[in-house]
Structures are given as structure tokens and as C-alpha cells.
């Protein structure tokens, strides 16, 4: 199993930047690949971006594209979401997830989207606001 917690969300202003991070822990934490998600009140689950456990390799929506970077720090088994140029469009929850192996992040295509179904473990999530 794995466990996911998420921290670093809050209130920013348009334009202004925000991390997130998430800690994963587990015996078998490091052969999963790490996506967020966010889900706004009334909208769909959005896949956001993710990192392969394998070469690193990394995916965006289109809607974060240039805006949003992940990363991971072994040593410390936490993987970032920085976010910068936030727009009044990103506020949501935002959830980390753990899938098995390289096919939750483009392990098919890396032009197939992010899917939540090919994830197996979930955070709680955090509260990413941006209002003036």
C-alpha cells in the first residue's frame, strides 16, 4: 500500500504563485508513477500532471501547460506541484495519486491524458483558492 498526504494548499491572488506538496510513504511507494488532480465544486475529476516513475518523465493538461511544473525529490519521497500564474479557471481540490508502474503517466502515449482510473491511491487532498 501506499499513503498520500498532500499540504501546501491556501488563498493566493490572481497571478500569484502557490506548491504543493506530496509525501508518499510505503514499503512499495517508489515503483508507482505520482499524478495530481483537482476537482472543483460541480466539475469532473481533472487530471493535472504526473510523474513516471521510471525516466521522470512528466505530463500536463493543456489547461496548466507553462504554468505548472511537478517534480519529486527521492530523498524525501515528496512530489511538488509548483504553481505559478494561478487564474480564477484553477481553484479546486487538489489531490496527489499513486498508479502502478509507467502506464498511469505515458506509459501508452505521451499525448494520452491522465486518467484516474489508472490510479490506485489517493490523498485527502488541499484547498487551492485564488480569488482578489
Known amino acids: 500500500q501506499v499513503q498520500l498526504v498532500e499540504s501546501g494548499g491556501g488563498l493566493v491572488q490572481p497571478g500569484e504563485r502557490l506548491r504543493v506538496s506530496c509525501v508518499a510513504s510505503?514499503?512499495?511507494?517508489?515503483?508507482?508513477?505520482i499524478g495530481w488532480f483537482r476537482q472543483a465544486p460541480g466539475k469532473d475529476r481533472e487530471g493535472v500532471s504526473c510523474?513516471?516513475?521510471?525516466?521522470?518523465?512528466?505530463l500536463y493538461a493543456d489547461s496548466v501547460k507553462g504554468r505548472f511544473t511537478i517534480s519529486r525529490d527521492n530523498t524525501k519521497n515528496t512530489v511538488y506541484l509548483q504553481m505559478n500564474s494561478l487564474k480564477t479557471e484553477d481553484p479546486a481540490v487538489y489531490y496527489c495519486?499513486?498508479?502502478?508502474?509507467?502506464?498511469?503517466?505515458?506509459?501508452?502515449?505521451?499525448?494520452?491524458?491522465?486518467?484516474?482510473?489508472?490510479?490506485?491511491?489517493w490523498g485527502r487532498g488541499t484547498q487551492v483558492t485564488v480569488s482578489s
Open positions: 510523474i513516471s516513475r521510471g525516466d521522470g518523465s512528466t
Open positions: 495519486a499513486a498508479g502502478w508502474g509507467t502506464i498511469p503517466c505515458g506509459g501508452r502515449s505521451k499525448s494520452a491524458p491522465i486518467r484516474d482510473d489508472d490510479y490506485d491511491y
Open positions: 510505503g514499503p512499495t511507494s517508489g515503483y508507482y508513477s
